[in-house]
Every structure is written in C-alpha cells, then in structure tokens.
T-cell receptor
Framework: KAGVTQTPRYLIKTRGQQVTLSCSPI?????VSWYQQTPGQGLQFLFEYFSETQRNKGNFPGRFSGRQFSNSRSEMNVSTLELGDSALYLC???????????FGEGSRLTVL | GEDVEQSLFLSVREGDSSVINCTYT??????LYWYKQEPGAGLQLLTYIFSNMDMKQDQRLTVLLNKKDKHLSLRIADTQTGDSAIYFCAEHAGNNRKLIWGLGTSLAVNP
C-alpha cells in the first residue's frame, strides 16, 4: 500500500511569505503528526491531529498552524516566514494516536 | 524536563558491531524507540522496547534498556555499509503521549 506522501518536496520562500504543506497519510490511518527537523534542534514536535481534531501541540508560535480533513489528509501552514523556519518538515501517520509512526520523506523549506 | 541525549557521531568498520547509546530523563516513559533515517528519506522505525523489558533482540539488532540509569542502547551486529544512516532514539513521554527525540547519531560504516 502507498506510504505517507508529502508535497511539495522542496520549496523556496522569502521572509514574510506564508507556506502550506500537505500530507496524505497511509490509507486507514487516522492520526497525523508534524515535526520540524533542523540540524541544531533535531526533531521538534509541532502538532498531532486525530479524526480532524488537534490532539497535541508542541511549543511553536502561533504562526504555525495545521488542520486535518475528513479523509485524514492534513495540511500545515506557516505564516510570516522567518529565516529560522528553514527546515525539513516531516509528517507521520499512524492507525491510532499511540501507534507506530510511518514517516513521509518530508518537505524541505528554505526561507531566503 | 523531558530530554533525550545521544552522541552525534559513530564510525565503525564493516563487519564490526556498532553500539549507539541514548539517555533519557522521563521515568514514566512507556515505550522507547529506535528510528533510522537514510539520506533524503523520512524516518523508519527499526525497533522499540517496552519500559518493563530489559532486552529485545531482532535479527542483527539488540536493544538494551537500563531503566534505573535511564539508558538505552542499540547494538547492530555485523554492521554493513547499508547501515550508514542517522539513528534516532525517542521516548514516549507518558502524560501527553508525544515522542521526545534525541538529535540523532550519524553512523558511518567504513569498508
């Protein structure tokens, strides 16, 4: 079965712009989590959605937001981009909230 | 607070065993995980251990857990060049069910 699909894979934005990233989970998975990965900070948890509800949230400013649709697809949005938002954004899906995480290949965002 | 620490780099020769170490702080952790990330790819679950276990073996992988010292290790026997990757340790912090990640150990396997 198809894995977790993230789009776009690469994108370049400038400071002040906003960006929307998309994640399609494995069919049947209802939980989607988002992580930011940077060389210095490692993997930082952004948020988790389960059945269209945000179940958990990390320590990121309000510029970072997300949502989940009825088909379990999820989007995350970052507004007013800053240079420090340059990172690999990883999405992971699981059957249930505590289940094994299956990761996508990530969306690499560069902010100039 | 919650924290997971790993050494950043490890270099071994092909055929040797690799041991990647991890320490964590949350004594209420229920599960501890090892993930592997190859270049340009997402993370792949390698193995996990429940907090009431001391050891788990899965083919070339052996996980040891010392709950008293909050120390977790991953041993890879007969390390191959295909094992070159970044290995992440993560703990499942019990209360809010999120994973806390180490910074990852970059394993280089030399022929």
């Amino acid at each position: 079965k198809a894995g977790v699909t993230q789009t776009p894979r690469y994108l370049i934005k400038t400071r002040g712009q906003q960006v929307t990233l998309s994640c399609s989970p494995i069919s049947g998975h209802r939980s989607v989590s988002w992580y930011q990965q940077t060389p210095g900070q490692g993997l930082q948890f952004l948020f988790e959605y389960f059945s269209e509800t945000q179940r958990n949230k990390g320590n990121f400013p309000g510029r970072f937001s997300g949502r989940q649709f009825s088909n379990s697809r999820s989007e995350m949005n970052v507004s007013t981009l800053e240079l420090g938002d340059s990172a690999l954004y990883l999405c992971a899906s699981s059957m249930e909230t505590d289940g094994e995480l299956f990761f996508g290949e990530g969306s690499r965002l560069t902010v100039l | 607070g919650e924290d997971v620490e790993q050494s950043l780099f490890l270099s071994v020769r092909e055929g040797d065993s690799s041991v990647i170490n991890c320490t964590y702080t949350d004594s209420s952790s229920t599960y501890l995980y090892w993930y592997k990330q190859e270049p340009g790819a997402g993370l792949q679950l390698l193995t996990y251990i429940f907090s009431n276990m001391d050891m788990k073996q899965d083919q070339r992988l052996t996980v040891l857990l010392n709950k008293k010292d909050k120390h977790l290790s991953l041993r890879i026997a007969d390390t191959q060049t295909g094992d070159s990757a970044i290995y992440f340790c993560a703990e499942h912090a019990g209360n809010n069910r999120k994973l806390i990640w180490g910074l990852g150990t970059s394993l280089a396997v030399n022929p």
